[in-house]
Every structure is written in C-alpha cells, then in structure tokens.
C-alpha cells in the first residue's frame, strides 16, 4: 500500500527509508514510523494473538493501550508496536503464538468458547485426584499462560534518575496542557510540561482542522525561557505531596512540583457489538492517528460509526484521504452530525441512523451488519464516546462519577494543589478547552502569588453531544467483547453478577475485566454500564473503578535505576588485600576471615589461634561502633542506657555495658571508657552501633539531660593487640603511654600519642588474654598499623581475621550480642546478674527484668562442649536443638572445634530447670542423631580469667 | 514521596527521617502495676485520627515531634519536644 | 478435556451455580455472628455450618466479599516459622490447603511448588538452620541447601559470586505454594452459603453493646443485632473494631505494598525471597510476576501506595534476576497490615466472654486462612479455646511468653 502524500505523515522521513523484519519477513517503514504504522502502511493489519482464544488482533487505539499491539523484540517483551519506533535491522515477532502469527496452532480455542465460560476453571481441574491440580492441569495450563517471552540472558543496560523541581508541572502537552503551561509560564512561573508522543499538540497533531492553533500554540510555547518542555516523556503517576515520576527513555526524572495541571486528555472508547474486535476495526482518533503521523491509508473501504461530531470529522478525514466512504452510521436517536453531516452529504455519503451489530471477517474486517444490512468494508471506525484520562487524578484522590443525563463521566478534584484542564474536564471544542486551560493557569498562578485573575468555568456544547449511553445488549453468539486483553464477553459480565458476583470489585476479580495490559482504558466504562443494567442499579451505585499506579507499564530497569549495595571498608582494607586476606562482607562491612592462601584456610586460622594463646597477634577491630557521650549529665545519661552504674566510674577506667530495650532484652553491649568527668568514649556493637546512636538521642530527647552524643565509629580506627607477648609489642612502640603492668593495669585506658599518632588506649580484649586495644583518628589508622606490625617484629606478631577471633572469644565464652541472644533474651537468661545494677532506681528495661525474673527463668545460657573427631557430624552444630522429653526448649546459638581445647565446644539455651552445672542435656544434630552432654559454665578455656590480668 | 518538615532542618523528603513511633506517657515505676507496666510496654496509640509521633531527621540524629493523621497521612504540624512542653 | 466443561458445552443457557446469594435482610438474632466477610470470617463460616450444625450465622462484611486483605495478600502459603507453636499450626495449615479444592468443590489452585529463601549473610543462614530444624522436627518439609542447590532450584538467579550479597545458601521449603486468593474466600462463602450461613456484604459495624461482660447487641449501618456469639476478624480494622468493644489490642498497622508485571511465560518456578534485599517474587499462574517486601516504615491505615516502595522492590527483584530491568509493572497496591508486638496472631478469647479474636495477623494472614477458620469455629462452638489457638492469647505479651516471628516474616512470607 503506498502511503498518502504530504503534508499528511508530518512523523515519518520519507527520504530515510527503514527495514525491519516482523514474523521473519522483510518490511520497511520510514524513519519515524512505528511498528504497527509501517506494517499497516504494507497492509500487514494482524499483530498477535488474543490471550484465551487466540483470535487474529490488530491496532485498535494506536496510542499504546492495549494488549493487541504486544510484540516481542529479541531481548524485550511485550514492547507496544503502536509506540515504538522501528530502526533498521529491528527484530519482531507475534505474541502468545503457538506456530506463527498467520497460522497460529491455538486459534482452534477460538471455537472452544462455549467450554470456557466465565470462571470455569474454578469448578474444573481439580480431579481425579486430589493432586491432580498440580501435577497434571497446572502444568498444561503455565503452558498457555503469559504473553512475551522473556530473554534470561538480557544484557544488562543503562538507567538514570535524576531530580526535577518546578513551581508547575503540566500533565500533557495537546491544546488545554500547552495553553496552561504557556499562561502560566509567561506569568512567571517555572514550568515543566510533559508529553508522552515524540511531539508536543496532543489531539492536534491528528484531529481535524486544527493546525492553526497547533502552529500558534508552539510559536509561544517556543517564545517561554521557563517553559521546559519535554517530550517522549511519561508522566506515570502521582504519589503524596506532587510528586510524579517522568519517564524518557531509561531515564527516570522524579520531579517535585508545587502546582500540578493534569491535561491528560481523554480516552476514546470502541463500541460493543459481535466480532468488533476484527482487525480493520479502529476508533476514530486512531485511524486519524495512522494518516495524520505516518501518512498510512486505514481502509479502502470504510464504515463509521458516529455518534458525535468528531465521528463525522474522521469521516470528512477519510474522504479526505481518499478512502471510499460506504455508509456512516449513527446510533443516537434522532442522531445527526449537524453542518458536518451536510458536508458529508454534499459529497455524497449516505448516514444511517441505527446501530452495528456484527462485524465479518477471519483474520480482517470483510463487512459489517447495520440495522440487518450487511455492509462490505475492510475498515469500521467507531466513534462513539470517552471517558476522561481518570487515573492519574484518581491516584491524586479525585473521585470519578458518572453524569446520567449527559451519559458522560465527570472528575471531582481533592482540596490540593492539583487542577484538571481540557477533555479530561470534559471539555470538547478547542475554545472551550482553551479558555478552561486558561482559567486553571490562574488558579495556579494564585497559589503561586503570581498575578493572575479570576475565569470562570466554561459550559461547551459539543461536549454535551460527545458522549451518549448505547445500550449493551449480549449477542446470542457472543464474541462482542468488553475487554480484548482478556477476552471478556458481554455474557461473562453477566453471568457473573447471576453467580453472585454483584459488586464491581468482585466482578474484576471473577472475570478478570480490566486486569490486563491496559488496565481497563477501554472496558471500566462498558462494564460498569452492564454490571449496573444486570444487577439493576445505577451506576453511581455500582462505582467504576479504581487507579492505581502506575498509568501505563514501566520497566523494572527504570525503576531501579543504578542500584548498588552499602559496602564499608576500614582504613586498612588495602593494607589486609596486601597481607593476602580472604575478605568477606560482615554487615556492610568487608573484614578479613583470615590471612593466606584459601586452600590452608582450617589450617591459618588454627595457626592465627595459636599466635594469640601464645604468642601474639593483632586483630583490626575499626568496625566496631563508637560513640562520645559528652557533658555534665553523661555519667547519669549511661546510668539510664545501660544496666549498669557509671556515675563513680573513675576517670581512665574501662566498664562494660549492658544495653536492654523496656522489655529487658539484651539488644547490645560495649565498654565504656570515661576519659573525663564530663566526656566518656564508648563502644557498642558493629551492626547495631546506628541504632544505638539514633536511641540514645532518642531517649535523651525526652530526658532532656545535658549531655551529646556523636557517632565516632568512621572517624576511629582500632588494633587489639593480644596475647603473652602483647606486652613487647605495644611497649617496643614509640609513645608517651606507660604499657607496663604496672603502669597500666587490667580495664584501665588513657589518652596519649603512639608513633605519632593520637591514640586512646584500653586493656580490654575479647580473647582473654593480655590485651592492649588502641583507637586512633581513621585518617591515621595505617601509619599506627604499621609501627605495631614493625614493633610486634621481635615477637612475630601475627594478624588474625575474624574467623579466628569468633573462636577465640567461643573458647572464653563471650557472647556475641544477635548470635548468642535473640529478640527475647534477658540478662537472667544470659547469667549476666552481675551486669545488671540493683541499686540505680531506673534504667531501661529495669522494671520488665524484675517483673521477667519474677515469672522465673524459662532458659538459661550454658556452655556445652563434645569430645568427638573434629569432622564429625554427631555434634551439635549452630542452631541445632536442645529436647526435653522430645520437645524443643532451645538451640545451640555458637559451636565450633576449639583447636586450643581440641574438642567442640558451644554456647546452648538449655530449660531453666537445667541450668546448673553438671545437669545432663540431650541435643539433636542436624543429621537427628541425639547426643548428651552435661552443662558447664561459658569459660571453656582459662575459667579463672587469669591471663587476662597479668 | 511525602515531605516533612524538620522544626531545625526544614522541609524534607520523608525518606530522610525514620518514625520512633506515637508518643507514650511515662509512667513511674514505682507507683504503677505490673498489668499497667505491661500495657505501657506493648500497647500504642493505633487510633485512626492524629497520632502524635516521634520522628528522627537521619543525617543530623535529630528528634522532634509531629502530628499526623494516621488514615490521611496528613501531617498537622512539627515541634520540638520544649514546644511540646510549652503548651498549656 | 475434564468433564465438567462439557456441562458448559452442552447447557443451552449458562449454568449458573450460584456461589453468593445476595445479600438478605437482616435478622434480629443470629447465634453467631461473623464480623469481616475475608477469607478468615467465611472460613470459620464453613466450619461452624459443616463441622458444628450451627448455620444461624451472618457474616457481616463492610465493603464486598474479601476485599480486603484477602484480595490484595501475595498468597504466599507455608508453615517455615521458627516457633514449635507457629510451625504446629501453620503446618495444619498448609494441608488443608492441599484438601481444599476438594473440601470446597472450587479450583482454589493451590500450586504447591516450594520456597526458597536466600541468605545473603551467616547470619541469616545460622536462622535458618534454627528454622529448617525446628520444622523438621515438627516434621514439615525445609531444610538448609548450599549455593549450588540454590541454583539448581532456581537457575537464573544471580549469586553475586564475591560480592557484598553473595548468596551462601538458602531455606528450601517444598511445602510452600501459592493459591488463587479469592477462590479460597468465595469457596468457604459458596459452601457456607448452602449451608444457610448469611453473608452481608455493605454491612458494617459500628459498635456494641455490652452488659455483665458480654456483647449484647451488634450496631451495624442496617440495624442491630443480638448474637450470641460474637468473632473479629477484620484484618487491617482489628484495632478499631475490637476498641469499639472496648478491648484494647497490641496492634499497629502498617501499609505492606506488592506490585506486578505484565504477564510473561512461565520462567520463575518457585518463590523465591530474599531477607536482605526485603524483596520476593513468585509467577502468578498467569505468567504475571508479584513482588513483594517489607512494609511501609510508619503507622498508616491506608492503602496509598507510593514511588519509593516501588523502586526499592524493583531494586530487588533486578538485583536477585538482573534481566527483569526490561520487564513491565502494571500494577501496585497495598494492604494494611495489623501488627503485633511479637510478629504472630491474635487468637482466641478476650476479655468479654463471647467475644473471640482473629487478628494480628500481620502480613500473613492468608495461609492460616483454612487452620485459622478450623480452629476458631471449634473454639466457638465449644465455648473454649482449642489447644491449638492457646499459646497465641492476647495474654502472652503481658507473661512475656512471646511467640517471636520477626525472623520468619518481613520479606520471606
């Protein structure tokens, strides 16, 4: 088929021909064409199948709002061949074919409608057995199920977002979106306009007689500095507080506006009548489209179907075009197209005043019945009616409802900044609309303090003949469909509300009505109409639909963007890759497992063990959190966060601390180093450390103490240097501190410099040896780390990773705050008395401890170890359980072979009633054997905690 | 996205700040039940009207108080805990 | 071809069925009465009028049958909890899912194809091997598989080999499946109904009236009624509805959001869910991907749904299938979600003597549909608590004998 001449076609380059391959034949389109514009240009109508009963499915809106035009490209499905651009060598092929496009092995299920109805797969599949569902039906049904392929190799691409602001955002660029954002513009204020088409009009770049206005309205829209416009640009919701995510492309742009003008038009909608949905069947605005933008013949024979004036223009388009003109057909009683009837007339059309009520054809339109006439023609046009673009001002709060006397749906706006214009207000002819544009200008001009002035609304006759209520009447034969995307029939509406399903929301959900790719675009209205009709209600009774975001479908790629993990590295990650560590994420930190080669992994670590019992080795502990608590109140401050007391803590010594949340559970601990009267330094766990932080500020806001608190825990570096010989390491360094065992005893810390650096030094440790921790400023950390590696010399220092240190601090039996507790665990049940302060009148969660204690002790923490081969696997491993009398009473939190002990050992919650040492607990391995094992106390290794101290 | 807006740093995306939930009484310790101790712990205002809630601004670790219908999410205002105090 | 469609094939009219009579008018008594027309309230429906002879009951429902969070639940249904009380029950649970269609005589396709569960971190993966060894124990079928396994039982996934979330196992759970939501609710209303069960649907309650510790009368928007026995189970109302009876529940709510593609060939066989990335998906029977995370992250009872979930799903669901980027969403949504202190259910009784609770149930309400509806209308009908429903009292918070299922909620359910 050769294309109309200029100026019809003003979207293609006819000098940039442009070949592309659908169902493995060659076509070409022109440079601006899309797939289904340069198909239908080369007569190629079909574009896929239907859903359930493989029908043959063409172009109906060409505006991207059903599922008909789906097509597969190699990498991307369900891509709109109505939208999308062709480019050369593109690749496309049919959905939810099986066989091809033309000879589809499906379209026999065409023919099996009576055995489908409505909901029939709730009352069939499920026998003869009772697993017959998932082993035979199930499977043949995921067969049928879906539309495009997709490609599981996809290569990754690119996406962006980025961040817009405006003092007003304008939803749609046709007549009412480019007169608001130009009034409004030219007033003052800042303005982003979006368009979805690759060019600014909207309904003027395709409708009848209106390129003068087109031609003015982009001269002044060119003319406005702060006037962005942005086409090919979705605008694909609207969420809380004016904020709406544009889409170009794979760009996402989430834009904040103050003001917000939806012009977002309004959505023509098909007739309902058998067969109507043959390909050759189109609505108005869309054969229109086809001429207008890509210069593509719809029809050489046609018919319209007309119940308001713009049916009667395409009709003066297509004669225009020249397309023979078989009869227009107008279903409103007493219905006439006025002075463009006459027209019409004067060239000769005839108009038939009645309705159509079945369509002919296989795979393309070959006649039409109306009033019983049957009429040849390979194109129908309808024109019969909108609704208003609701789902953007839905989603905005707006509440649509339906005006019975003018048959037209009709938008009440939320007390927001948010303002509807054009069609989408029900407006029609281009004065109405444009003075309608104009006044919501001004309204946002008022909010914005910008001069304005009062318009008032506009009453537009045309609109009032737009829309008209046809009736809706099933066809004995059926296939006069609601929804296409879902191949829903009149009857299947009906027969629902007769099985009960009588609310609109059930009927969605029973049928499947509006649940496909176009979201209800073309069915919310027809449906309603039926449901109300069978159900005897009005349809403000019955409701229309819901929005919910987004408005049309968006890629997962778009959404997400360029999305990486939280990764943290310690001052030192460089220096560890330099030892050979194996690096592994903790958190969102990486920290080294273990020095060297991966393959000696058991081996290094049992080495890294022994360096530090008995010799020495370093562990770099920058992850852990650190917080100052500053001010006079800061001793009363930790007395109420943690359970302990901390006012008479001397200055340079070291205390533990035990946090517990008002349910007296144990959620963190750390030490507490006062290095003044009014300033401690404080540690707290890796991952809990922000939470820490957040509530202490939290409390204190209530509190009101005069105290500060400031997360240190990146500006600090640490080293925990431990073992015998930890002594000679930190005493061979340069620095002003006394490390002597005199000098600086067990839990006692100070302030000082070491090898230059400014450090904060403590004795603690989490091996129980000998210990020397030093923190100093980050920006440090590596000159610090290397005069302790160059002091630890004399005595091979060795650096351990974390593997090493877990079972270092398994063998003391510390526990680890998230491993050894969980969500309920109280300091009782972790035998931590000792930690908890029974004179201070408050601290967090005192009351709940006392009144838990009160209950008795449901478990208790024990140490349990196991004499067996270090492979075994009749050992309790992490997480297995503890039985009593087969019921479970707990688990083993911690277990691992301590090559110090040379057995297992573990950390347990055994039954209060067995909590004393010596008492007898039996253990399920994983593998299920039982095992026995008497309970001992946490230390396994060193229980007098004597080499701590020395 | 929501904004809300910070009584120190301003109007801000909500995603900048994290919700410590409605505002409870502080009861004391010494005078109140363990039944009333209990309730204290586990139960919050989950009325569907305006709830007043503790709110954090994230990167400045800063507290304040606001109040919010909790079915409209409309946010009625933001205060500091002293204008709280202030209040008659 | 089964044989019930010929029925279709050969009727010369459509053959209706007649699943939900429309709604009657009100009696003035009712011996028990239902408030919340979900897949709870018609569950407990159908097994008070089969399993205990008591069908003078109405249902009383505000808005249209299961439209709450019946409908808008992602329909995950599995017994992999952490607590000996929650695995019990929810393991009762998942086989009556695999009875129902034939209990129902409705197609409630229950597609029993496993949940797999991703540990990103040792110590997810330390929770579940508590979780795989408490539910083996019970004798459900889970246990902990390596990487390797994790990619045979779901081939396209991205292991993030030497990354911060590398996959190092996962939590295979062979029991787990979904179902079609509304065909669970509208077969337990179908059934009930011919039984002679009364559902209202439009119908709301609007408070009590109470007398020596009992309901006395029900206010509903049509009229009151005497009831004898009185169940809540309005999902995201819970809070409100048992105030207005003047019973104070531990419960917050949240907005939990899902959202779905387009509908696409089957790919993705099991549900997957990942408890790092708060993000799971599963292949709804028509090809649609749902995915789903955590919830909203402050107190709202409303169903908004907004951009930031959205994105953050998103992430998820293209980190765990890098080739989803180009897939399209068509739809989001949210329910609200009423939340206890410890992650597990309301059930039971409350403190007016005929007055028994069905709540807190979170974000997981939908798989307890049947276990739940069993065991209340056994409750009901007894007038005691059944053994099963004790450990779950509204009373546990205060003994601190809480059923903690933080763990085994959030992104995995």
Known sequence: MTRLPAPWGHRINRDKPVSFRFEGTKFTGFEGDVIASSLAANDQWMLSRSFKYHRPRGLMSMAGSEADTLVQLPSDPNVQADRHQISEGLLVTAQNVNGSLANDRDAFMDKLGRFMPVGFYYRTFMGPTRNAWLKFWEPLIRKKAGLGVLDTNATHQNYEKANLFCDLLVVGGGAAGLTAAIEAAEAGADVILAEMEPEIGGALTYRRDSSDLLHDLRNRATACPNLRIMTDTLVNGWYEDNWLPLIRGNKLFKTRAVEVILATGAIEQPATFRNNDLPGIMLGSAAQRLMRHYAVKPGNRAVVLAANPDGYRVALDLLDAGVELATVVDPRAGGSGGDLANALHTKGVKTLTGDITEAQGKKHLKSVTADGTRIPCDLLVMSVGSVPMWQLPCQAGAKLSYDQDHARFNLTLPDAPLHIAGSVNGLSSHDAVTTDAIRSAHQVLAQLDLPHRDIAGVEDTEAVLANFEPTITAHPKGKDFIDRDEDIQVKDLQNATREGYRELELIKRFTTVGMGPSQGRHSALAAARIVAKATDRSIAETGVTTARPPFAPETLGVLSGHHHPAERRTALHQEHLRLGADMRPVGAWWRPYFYGDKTDARCLIDEEVRAVRENAGVLDVSTLGGLEVRGPDAGEFLNRIYTMAYKKQPVGRCRYCLMTNEMGTVIDDGVALRLADDLYYVTATTGAVARVYADMLFWNAQWQLDVDVLNVTSAFSGFNITGPNARQVVEALNSNIDFSHEGFAYLEGCEGRVAGVPVRAMRIGFTGELSYELHCPSSHALTLWQAIMEAGKSVSLRPYGLEASRILRLEKGHILIGQDTDALTSPDELGFDWAVSKSKPFFIGKRAIEMRRNKGLPRKLAGLSFDAPRDSQDVPQESCLVLRDNVPVGHVTSSLYSPTLKKHIALAYVHGDDSDTGTQVTLKCRNGKRVNAPVEGHAFFDPDNKRQEV | ?88 | MPLRLLKYAFSRDYPVTGDIPATPDLKSSYDVVIIGGGGHGLACAHYLSKYHGITNVAVLEKGYLAGGNTARNTTTIRSNYITKEGIAFYKEGVQLYEEMSQELDFNVMFSQRGQLTLAHTEATLRSFHLRAEMGKHAGTNIEVVDAQTVKDLSPHLNMDEGGPLEIMGGLWHADGGTARHDAVAWGYAAQAARRGVEIHQRTEVEGFETDQGRITKVRTNRGDIAAGQVMIAVGGMNYDMAMRAGVELPIRCYPLQAMVTQPLKPWLHTLVSSVSLHTYLVQSSRGEIVIGGGSDPYQLCSTRSTLDMKEHLSEGATHLFPFLQGVRLLRQWAGITDMTPDYSPIMGASPLKNLWLDCGWGTWGFKATPVAGKYMAQTIANGRVAPILEPFTMERFARFELLNEMGATAASH
């Not at chain 2, 108080?65 to 205060?79: D, G, M, S, Y």
Request: charged share 25%.
């Open chain 2, 1 to 88: 996205m929501k904004i809300l807006t910070c009584p120190m740093n301003g109007p801000r995306n909500i995603n900048e700040f994290q919700c410590f939930g409605p505002v409870k009484n502080d009861p004391d310790p010494a005078t109140t039940s363990d039944a009333d101790w209990a309730r204290h712990l586990f139960r919050v205002d989950n009325s569907r009207g305006v709830i007043t809630e503790w709110w954090r601004h994230v990167p400045s670790n800063y507290f304040f108080l606001a109040e919010r219908n909790a079915t409209t999410n409309e946010v009625i205002r933001t205060f500091t805990p002293q204008d709280a105090e202030a209040r008659p």
